[in-house]
């Protein structure tokens, strides 16, 4: 997986609200770099004194580092995060300099480090998602599991719009069904579709990391008999209908193949589309219902939405 890091040259006063800001925003981890730092002594452990390397610290003022997942909501995300830091001063928060620069962390500076930032999480009234690495008892003996290395692919399992998706399959795939997950990532909606019984599950992924990371993952959850992971663009090619199809992408790339996913629902069937920035859901709304939809259900959570609509 690809970490983005954004860094924001502040000031101290306006470490809490910020750091709240980017942990509401889905940053996994925090580093504060501040200028004062530099001036107290410092012993370690051993009460030996060390001195900090004033190249990691800014001239005066803060810095705040944060690392974010490389997804298609990466834009969105960052300048929302910026949005809401420029608000901070309608309440007399001192935001200083606010210079804001996003750069690229690879896998390897990160390969160990982001594991401490993801727990076990009761996602829906059925699932919780634990990382590969976690010993995870049962709460109940109803809980289905579904472990999942969120290292290579986008999908943690907590994004908002994944969760939506997670509680509307529940609402909606029935045993026996064929269901289609366009957009796989890590395969977590294909693997929660077999966990609910459905027959035969289509993952359909562009990026040729997350068809690795969605296939292991599906094997790790031992539904691999089940769920076909395939690489492919939408729905090019492909030549059954599902009863339920699912897509967390975003709201632009569901509107433009509206039409083609009604050709692939069943009759009665539904297609779960989330991935929706609450301001873009008209958008949407009107593509699914002239594709031939009608919406059942509107789901909100935080900034997104998700629609829940049928074939008639
Ligand atoms: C927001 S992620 C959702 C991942 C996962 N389904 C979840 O809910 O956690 C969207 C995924 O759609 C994939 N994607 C984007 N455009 C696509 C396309 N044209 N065809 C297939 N997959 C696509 C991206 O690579 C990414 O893995």
Not at 1 to 11: D, L, Q, V
Not at 117 to 133: A, D, G
Not at 142 to 168: K, N, R, S, W
Request: proline residues 4%; hydrophobic residues 40%; glycine residues 8%.
């Amino acid at each position: 997986m690809k970490w983005s890091e954004i860094m924001i040259h502040t000031t101290n006063e306006a470490v809490e609200p910020i750091s709240n800001i980017l942990y509401e925003a889905g940053a996994g981890g925090i580093v504060i770099e501040d200028s004062d730092e530099l001036l107290k002594e410092h012993d370690d452990q051993y009460g030996e004194i060390y001195e900090l390397d004033p190249d990691d610290f800014p001239e005066e003022g803060v810095i705040i580092k944060a690392y974010l997942p490389v997804n298609s909501f990466l834009g969105e995300t960052v300048e929302e995060i910026k949005q809401a830091i420029t608000n901070l001063t309608t309440f007399d928060i001192d935001i200083g300099p606010n210079k804001v620069t996003i750069s690229e962390v690879h896998e390897e500076e990160w390969a160990t480090a982001w594991k401490k930032y993801y727990n076990p999480v009761k996602i829906s009234e059925k699932f919780t998602i634990v990382p590969t690495w976690e010993n995870y008892e049962p709460v109940s003996s109803d809980e289905l599991i579904i472990e999942l290395d969120p290292g290579m692919a986008f999908g943690t399992g907590t994004h908002p719009t994944t969760v939506m998706c997670i509680q509307a399959l529940e609402r909606t795939v029935k045993p026996g069904d064929t269901v289609m997950d366009v957009g796989t990532g890590s395969g977590v909606l294909s693997i929660a579709s077999a966990m609910l019984g459905a027959e035969r599950v289509l993952a359909l992924e562009l990026d040729e990391v997350a068809v690795r990371a969605a296939t292991l993952n599906v094997k790790l959850n031992k539904v691999q008999n089940r769920v076909t992971v395939k690489q492919n663009d939408l729905l090019k090619g492909v030549n059954e209908q599902a009863d339920v199809m699912v897509a967390n992408i975003l709201a632009e790339v569901i509107a433009r193949f509206a039409e083609d996913a009604f050709g692939h629902v069943k009759p009665g069937g539904h297609f779960i589309a989330s991935g929706i920035i609450r301001q873009k859901k008209d958008l949407v709304v009107d593509a699914l219902t002239s594709a031939g939809f009608i919406i059942e259900e509107t789901m909100v959570m935080e900034d997104w939405v998700a629609l829940i609509a049928k074939r008639g």
